[in-house]
């Protein structure tokens, strides 16, 4: 098959690409501007998910669109917002295939979008998916948990604090939940939809063997780094609510309330998806020792 995929640029983008090509696919990767460090055989197609007018014509030709655009955190200065990014993106793409004559479609959404979500992050996925599931198009739709993978934001961010400082803090107690899933695994599913018609017209959430709460992913890559012993500095939840609303305005400050309401609401699925896909996702923490061993 011929893909065009959009955001295929960034982190879980490497791992579709190699897993793409490994499987005998083409694909054609929409880029802000051409460049070098693709694999082999990578068709670079500039243009701009908010623009259509930019890519719709390389969408033409293709057999299936894969779209991964998402943020964690806005930027309204500079024109990055959950809305803008994922409901007007995702929605250019959709029309993109539709006008080109494209059938199949794949959308990457996030575990724990659903109606009348708390967070923005998850209010915009969620209406992303709608537009994807109101087309004509043969779609599949996956919502993976924290994903996790050598060049991954959120786990070589904890491990940084747990390598460079005496304590990490915490926000609450810790005890929320989540179900960590490789990029590699994500990837793997993304491809073999693409031959399982089975997979038309259905929603996975994508979750790892390992339900670890917070507390415990923290030790896990303690472990993993050589610390037999994470220290933690639990800060109230009712501090942090009061506290972030006026310093998420600054890009240096870590967190936003946006990504506070989705980590204590905790992030873990059924594990139904393997009964698809038919393998068994790779182990939290020897996964992460592939990357963070000194």
């Given at each position: 098959?011929?893909?065009?995929?959009?955001?295929?640029?960034?982190?879980?983008?490497?791992?579709?690409?190699?897993?793409?090509?490994?499987?005998?696919?083409?694909?054609?990767?929409?880029?802000?501007?051409?460049?070098?460090?693709?694999?082999?055989?990578?068709?670079?197609?500039?243009?701009?998910?908010?623009?259509?007018?930019t890519f719709a014509e390389a969408v033409r030709g293709c057999?299936?669109?894969?779209?991964?655009?998402?943020?964690?955190?806005?930027?309204?200065?500079?024109?990055?917002?959950?809305?803008?990014?994922?409901?007007?993106?995702?929605g250019n793409v959709v029309d993109a295939a539709v006008k080109?004559?494209?059938?199949?479609?794949?959308?990457?959404?996030?575990?724990?979008?659903?109606?009348?979500?708390?967070?923005?992050?998850?209010?915009?996925?969620?209406?992303?998916?709608?537009?994807?599931?109101?087309?004509?198009?043969?779609?599949?739709?996956?919502?993976?948990?924290?994903?996790?993978?050598?060049?991954?934001?959120?786990?070589?961010?904890?491990?940084?604090?747990?390598?460079?400082?005496?304590?990490?803090?915490?926000?609450?107690?810790?005890?929320?939940?989540?179900?960590?899933?490789?990029?590699?695994?994500?990837?793997?599913?993304?491809?073999?939809?693409?031959?399982?018609?089975?997979?038309?017209?259905?929603?996975?959430?994508?979750?790892?063997?390992?339900?670890?709460?917070?507390?415990?992913?923290?030790?896990?890559?303690?472990?993993?780094?050589?610390?037999?012993?994470?220290?933690?500095?639990?800060?109230?939840?009712?501090?942090?609510?009061?506290?972030?609303?006026?310093?998420?305005?600054?890009?240096?400050?870590?967190?936003?309330?946006?990504?506070?309401?989705?980590?204590?609401?905790?992030?873990?699925?059924?594990?139904?998806?393997?009964?698809?896909?038919?393998?068994?996702?790779?182990?939290?923490?020897?996964?992460?020792?592939?990357?963070?061993?000194?």
């Amino acid at each position: 098959m011929k893909i065009f995929l959009a955001g295929g640029t960034g982190f879980v983008g490497g791992h579709l690409r190699r897993a793409l090509i490994e499987k005998g696919h083409a694909i054609r990767l929409l880029v802000h501007k051409r460049g070098d460090g693709f694999e082999h055989g990578v068709e670079q197609a500039e243009g701009d998910v908010t623009r259509p007018e930019t890519f719709a014509e390389a969408v033409r030709g293709c057999d299936a669109t894969i779209n991964l655009v998402g943020i964690i955190r806005e930027f309204p200065g500079r024109g990055v917002t959950f809305e803008r990014l994922h409901v007007e993106a995702t929605g250019n793409v959709v029309d993109a295939a539709v006008k080109g004559g494209v059938r199949r479609h794949l959308q990457m959404s996030a575990l724990g979008t659903r109606p009348g979500a708390t967070s923005k992050y998850h209010q915009t996925k969620f209406r992303a998916e709608e537009y994807v599931r109101a087309s004509s198009l043969d779609w599949t739709i996956f919502r993976p948990s924290l994903i996790f993978g050598p060049k991954d934001a959120f786990v070589n961010m904890l491990a940084g604090y747990v390598r460079n400082y005496p304590a990490v803090p915490v926000i609450g107690d810790g005890k929320y939940r989540l179900q960590p899933i490789s990029a590699d695994d994500v990837a793997r599913c993304f491809v073999l939809a693409l031959e399982m018609p089975e997979t038309v017209g259905k929603t996975y959430e994508l979750c790892g063997s390992d339900r670890l709460t917070y507390n415990e992913m923290l030790d896990a890559i303690g472990r993993v780094i050589g610390k037999s012993h994470v220290a933690k500095i639990h800060n109230p939840l009712g501090i942090m609510k009061m506290v972030v609303p006026f310093l998420q305005g600054f890009s240096s400050f870590p967190i936003t309330m946006d990504q506070i309401l989705m980590l204590v609401e905790e992030n873990i699925c059924d594990g139904k998806w393997r009964e698809t896909f038919k393998f068994e996702p790779e182990r939290f923490e020897s996964g992460i020792a592939k990357y963070l061993r000194p």
